[in-house]
């Protein structure tokens, strides 16, 4: 299933995680969201895919990539944006929270 995250890039641009691949926002329509390839820029990889303005439906399944995927970026940035969070949202020191969301992970 696909999730979109709100501040999933360094310019806060959406960004949708499916099958192990990150897409980042390109363009949307009345009816449709276009969706591009993390690594477009980087690895020149030209996946897109379609989903649905209103439910978020994929309407066009991505195309072939040409970019490896790795799975330990998509961990690790589920684990950035989970101290982000926290940090905003507890009293908590920053070593205190960077702890329990380490803990998080290994459950």
Known sequence: ??????????????????????????????EKTYWRCIKYSLDRCRSRLHTCILTNAIKKSPTKHTCKVDGTTLQLRIFNEH??????????????????????TDE
């Open 83 to 104: 101290i982000a969070h926290r940090a905003v949202s507890t009293q908590e020191t920053p070593d205190t929270i960077i702890s329990n969301c380490y803990k998080a």
């Open 1 to 30: 299933m696909a999730t979109i995250s709100n501040n999933g890039t360094t310019k806060n641009k959406p960004r949708l995680d499916l099958g192990g691949y990150s897409y980042i926002k390109d363009r949307s329509s009345d």
